[in-house]
C-alpha cells in the first residue's frame, strides 16, 4: 500500500511505536519488581562499589563524590539481610538523579547511618542521598515516586518508582525533602 506514504501522521508513525515500546519496556520493568530474594550482604561494599562506578563520571563532571558510615554501626550495615541486586538498582537511580541535579563544583554524598529505636518505632538503618544541585520544587515532590509520573524531559517516570517500590518490599520507607540549598533522599531499612 504505497499510499500509506501519503497519510498525514506517517512520519511521525516509526517515533511513536519507538515510545509506545519504550513505555511497555518500562511497565514490564516495574512489574518484575515483584519479589525479593533475600541473602546477608555488606551495604557498606554496595555502596562503595556504587561510588566507585560512578567516580570516573563524578571527575569528569568535577563533582565531589563521597560515603561516609557511622563508625560505631559498621557491624550493623556489614551484614544486612537485603536483596543486594534490587537494593543496589534503587540507590544506582538515586545517584543517577542526583547527578542529573548538579553541576560542576557540586557535590553527591551518601550516608550510612543507625537510627535507634524510638517510642514505638523499631530501629532502623538510614541510607541517606544527597546533592546541592538544582532542587526540587515543592509542588512537585508528592507525586515523585507515582509511576510514569515524571517532570524530567526524556524521562519514563520509572526510575523513582522502582526505588520506592524495592523499599516497600523491603518494609522500609523513602522520603525526599528538597530546598536551595540541599536535596535528600532517605532510605530507612528496619533491623
Do not use: R
Not at 518484575?32 to 550482604?41: F, G, L, P, R, S
Amino acid at each position: 500500500h504505497p499510499e500509506a506514504k501519503d497519510y498525514k501522521y506517517w512520519d511521525q508513525l516509526h517515533e511513536l511505536i519507538a515510545d509506545m515500546e519504550h513505555i511497555m519496556a518500562d511497565a514490564s520493568l516495574l512489574n518484575a519488581y515483584n519479589h525479593i530474594n533475600k541473602e546477608e550482604i555488606n551495604l557498606i561494599l554496595l555502596v562503595q562499589n556504587i561510588v566507585n562506578s560512578f567516580m570516573p563520571q563524578a571527575y569528569n563532571k568535577n563533582i565531589d563524590l563521597s560515603y561516609s558510615v557511622e563508625a560505631d554501626y559498621e557491624d550493623l550495615f556489614s551484614s544486612y539481610l537485603c536483596d543486594a541486586t534490587k537494593l543496589k538498582q534503587a540507590i544506582t537511580n538515586l545517584v543517577k538523579n542526583a547527578f542529573e541535579a548538579v553541576q560542576p563544583g557540586n557535590f553527591i554524598h551518601i550516608d550510612l547511618k543507625y537510627l535507634p529505636k524510638k517510642d514505638s518505632s523499631p530501629a532502623k538503618l538510614s541510607i541517606i542521598i544527597s546533592d546541592n544541585g538544582t532542587p526540587i520544587p515543592q509542588e512537585l515532590q508528592e507525586n515523585i515516586f507515582t509511576p510514569f509520573v515524571t517532570y524530567k524531559k526524556g524521562g519514563s517516570g520509572i526510575g523513582l518508582a522502582i526505588v520506592k517500590k524495592v523499599v516497600d518490599m523491603h518494609f522500609g520507607c523513602i522520603s525526599v525533602e528538597s530546598n536551595e540549598a540541599l536535596t535528600t533522599f532517605t532510605i530507612q531499612l528496619p533491623l
